[in-house]
């Protein structure tokens, strides 16, 4: 049994453990004040090229946006989301419970346009209702798209005129900015975005992700505020020794580019077997329509997730590669769906 | 420059290290639902010997408390806690982010009595005041010192005769029941409280506390609370891991009782010294009383916190020692205290 | 200019008033722990024919929807409503600033039904997602519209087997039990839902919504939330007050019928001038669908809301009569339409 | 029986039950945006001699608050409060329920000094605590004790060196503007605290304050703070209607000045009796020792309360008067202490 169920079914990138190990024994200071913090965030910043960034590294991505969100609105302030958002779908109300309403608008293929939040701009009115100040987007989104260069500009142009915060979910990012047809590098979403956060959990890492606040007017005080949500960590050297491994060299992409390379396999293969998508995924979640017999004949060997159904006869399953996932299991994997399909 | 100051200084004990990298490559399910969760969650059931409680693995302590608290309480309910309560005190407000009121009590040397307890219930007499509900205690408490089964028991008794909830904060559990003078067992625990966990930051791990759960009313949907405060990691396995290690044998208890050893003879070296103390902790934080000058001379090698003034000459410092300090720290530090104390 | 904007233009029925006037200086205590509030909650307790409900006496209804929804749920639990709900599109975030989500169904004509619950319940599959628990309906609703004995006994039926809790919003409860076509008592409310609220402000009232409460599991304490959200009026007398005037006899339905007759006067009127509507409403608020000339010029005698636009000529509007509306005001509103129409 | 329990124990000063009579069928807009409310606030800003400050009416006292405090504090930050302020003992938890501790100090008589603001700044060193940002202080204290101007300017002073906002809470401003001994004007408080509210409920209305937001920082999109925690009144013009009576002559100040003098008079004959004061209280709650065989017999014909007991054989008790009080209750409780006292 393998499973394409997700990018976090193993532990960390060998040199991440290989760094705990070298280090153990070194005393340092506690909550983030170490020196590996201080060293990873010195080489995210000279990667994103703006120095005056501020970065804090925290475990977990709904923690990230949960502290960033209420740390960013006053209280009457909403988040605007698209529907398939993952503040919206899949952080059990995390948002919410720090008193902040998420408003949603359609998107499209997971992205939200500049017309998406005008039309919620537009709903509201007045302080019988919340409002909106904040956009949230994904990227790459929960539906394995991505932003251009041109859409995010658009979109980072559409928030600046009216007054909105941007702000990018990056659980997924490394896959994002290595995917075929990416045109955005870090520093873009410095200038385009008010802060976005780069995912390390889902990338190599065993926790961690590092939230980067690119708008002098959110910085103050944000220490207090991962404090008071539980996030800073004693041990907090465990996030910035991660993230200087990822970060002292390429190995942050070049693990997102290898599991980009193996999605777009199995992508290319099952479309050469006549296999449908829910949308074209240019990254590490890729969403054939399968056939319900095909994927009772699959699961026998793979574990992954059924997304949606279709109709009676069909389903969409979301496949998951990551930087652990072995070239042969995807060589495997599409071998198994041509010869299931070929002896149907 | 070797450092007292807390006993999150060094990584993790090399035996979860070694855990970790044996393990590595295995897939597991995310969110804790790992097969290292479970057997962890086993061991430590059975260690307890109640196979009915619940038991969670949360990566940090203030997250535990903050995410127990407001589970248990609904909104006009507080949680009373000593003066020198972690979660009055060092927790940025965390409790009250999630709506509830400390409210505090002096109580004796860290420890709440029922006689504390009781003084804040006569005061609360109606919808005006917020209603105490749940009593907050840690052991060891943050000065160091430890429950005895008939102050646990009697305080349990006077919880249950008031429908108080009754939860201990772990953070240093371990130290606390290998300290001289403990005749606390974790099957106590679960009798006499409603919750407890167990800390594994504070003693070898490098994030993570075992919440456990004995009342079955506070049971219900506790992953729902765990995941909206975004406490539930995708890497769950990291915590189970640990745990499994640290309870596979006695290597939890042997830990905290190396810390707690080194932090007696400390205390001992220096009371043969003439040294006066705060208080007299049997665990693995020690506060003596130095004078301005020792401290001074000592900041040259070692770093310690100064806990709190006492006159113009003198401050009550804090020494913690850990799983990884070594014997011969202890011995140098105390060689060095007689000595500037002789020459001075 | 005459408003047909809401059902809360003027002050109060002045049976109320002559109540305050000749009750001015009795000496009472103090937050709703008054004769007056009593003797009001044993004469709605009568009226509702189930004397172990517990009533309470709130202000306004957001709050009453706040105070009663927060103290109703666990933190990870949300509120179902319709896309139209009241506490999700004209609260301002209040559910959400008590932590809650609010997850929102379709619905058909502002009403929910159990295939609409039942949607929101099956999508919603573990602890990654919020849990619904509370299903928040609205008689009238914001649209008028008004449930049957069938509809909410159906519904009520659903959420029993589904463990829900139902909610209804009664703002315009008057005027859902005073409409033709009701088929519900406020007995059947008591035994249908698990709460409900009778509204005093848009019926006759200056302030205040009797909250009554059904269900034993959700009455402990009430009291605190109400001060704890700032409800609890130091003089709740004017709450008692008004609703002993409007429950010793039939005043508050007799309020409500005079809305319900003036608006469906009108409704006639205007279908038989040609007029479609947005629904068929038999409540004291009317949804017209005007030609846009027809509505500016109305709009030189008469206040009332656009509700939405339908093409680029036409636009629904909202009519809302009141108790205080004179009879003559709706003779002369539906002459000035036929006198328009006839000449343009 | 006569109380002097409190000065809410009667419905309104007949003017404003007269003025509700006069308007009671004039329609207006709703949510405080008719033109009592804006005539109010107009009458209100011209005897602060403040154009600039914004003035919104609210129905409660508690609900002032945690609107105010919600609105102008960031997550992190809390308020400071004497240990005897409202919202530390009486508000139920309202202002810990919108997410925010407040700490306390001391205090004397029931006020704050910048002492004690400095010894709470102090104690606050990081992010593992909460941030002190607004202190809170009543005028009259809940003691009855009052600020002059010198110790108002002190402690503004001392807030805007170190960056806190001062908020006076007035549910009793009419009597401390009244006090023999005062020397501040509604001037005075704009120049010295970032916002303050003007109390009705207790000097002649039957609910609602008027919060002055005095800081330019603190005034953007209040309304939607109201109205999320359910406190924009549908029939706002009730809110407006009384405080444009109150202030279009000096009846505020006529009604505090009588219930002062009232208690003035029942404290000299006290103390001329050779009873003793918790504190020497210029305004109209005042705090005798009394004999427990004192207030047992007095208890026969006058409700009050018993603020805290002294010794085995005495007790502080609460007396206020109020603008509703008539001369002669005042007369006749002196004469029976006194009668009671000769006769022991």
Redesign the interface.
């Known amino acids: 049994m393998?499973?394409l169920?997700?990018d976090?079914?193993?532990?960390?990138h060998?040199r991440i453990?290989q760094a705990?190990?070298d280090?153990?024994?070194?005393?340092?200071?506690?909550?983030g004040q170490d020196p590996f913090c201080q060293e990873a965030a010195d080489l995210l910043r000279a990667r994103i090229g703006r120095s005056e960034v501020d970065i804090h590294f925290i475990?977990?991505?709904?923690?990230?946006n949960?502290?960033a969100i209420?740390?960013f609105l006053?209280?009457?302030e909403?988040a605007v989301s698209a529907v398939t958002g993952h503040i919206e779908?899949?952080?059990?109300?995390?948002i919410?419970?720090?008193?902040?309403?998420?408003v949603t608008a359609p998107g499209k293929e997971g992205k939200l346009r500049p017309e998406d939040v005008q039309a919620v701009v537009d709903f509201h009115l007045d302080?019988?209702?919340?409002?909106p100040r904040l956009v949230y987007i994904s990227n790459a989104t929960e539906l394995g798209s991505i932003y251009t260069k041109q859409e995010l500009s658009a979109l980072s142009r559409f928030c600046r005129e009216h007054n909105l915060l941007l702000y990018m979910d990056g659980a997924r990012l490394g896959s994002a900015l290595t995917a075929p047809g990416n045109d955005l590098t870090l520093a873009d979403l410095a200038d385009l975005t008010d802060a976005f956060y780069v995912g390390g959990?889902?990338n190599g890492a065993?926790?961690g992700e590092a939230l980067v606040i690119c708008s002098d007017q959110l910085k103050e005080?944000f220490?207090?505020?991962?404090?008071?949500?539980?996030?800073?960590?004693?041990?907090g050297?465990?996030l910035g020794l991660q993230f200087r491994e990822l970060f002292r060299d390429d190995l942050f992409f070049q693990l997102a580019d290898h599991a980009n390379r193996l999605a777009a396999k199995i992508q290319e293969a099952l479309r050469a077997l006549g296999c449908r998508f829910l949308l074209d995924s240019p990254t590490n979640q890729i969403f054939p329509v399968f056939p319900n017999w095909l994927i009772a004949e699959l699961q026998k060997d793979y574990a992954f997730l059924i997304w949606q159904k279709v109709d009676a006869d069909h389903s969409v399953v979301r496949l998951v590669t990551s930087w652990?996932t072995p070239e042969e299991v995807a060589e495997r994997f599409v071998a198994r769906c041509a010869e299931l399909l070929r002896n149907h």
């Open positions: 393998y499973s169920m997700n976090y079914s193993e532990g960390a060998p453990l705990m190990l280090t153990n024994l070194e005393q340092t200071a506690g909550y475990p977990g991505g709904t923690q990230t949960m502290i209420s740390a006053r209280p009457h909403a779908l899949h952080e059990a109300g995390a919410e419970a720090t008193g902040h309403k998420v302080e019988h209702m919340v409002k959990t889902k065993l926790i005080d220490r207090f505020h991962i404090k008071q949500k539980g996030a800073l960590l004693a041990k050297r465990l652990a």
